[in-house]
């Protein structure tokens, strides 16, 4: 079973900085897909990036790319998303995810079913962007 926490959040101004954390408990062994995913009200999830617990290639969506950077630390008990040069079409609620997946594409991992690989989820880090 995997825990995820995110923290990091909060209100800044457009081209400001954020670094969002997301603490990991449990075996991620299983679970090698990472990510992060936003969601804003009224709008649908859309997936910002993601990184493999092995290797760590990321992968991160078209509309971020440039400006979001995924990393872990070397224990892998914490996954980061640095979000640099923040615009207000960025305010969203942040949530971390994991679990095994078949591929991933333009930020957002699938299982071999086609269905999102987001087993774990945390329950969100909110970005307010004036």
Known sequence: HVQLV????????AGGSLRLSCAVSGSTYNNRCMGWFR??????R???????????????ADSVKGRFTIS???AGNTMYLQINSLKPEDTAMYYCVAD???YCSDGTCYTSGGTLADKY??????VTVS
């Open 6 to 13: 995110e923290s990091g959040g909060g209100s800044v101004q």
């Open 46 to 60: 859309e997936g910002v990036g993601t990184i493999y617990t092995d290797g760590g290639s990321t992968y991160y």
């Open 72 to 74: 872990r630390d070397n």
């Open 39 to 44: 969601q804003a009200p009224g709008k649908e």
């Open 121 to 126: 989820r945390g329950r969100g880090t909110q």
């Open 100 to 102: 095994s997946c078949s």
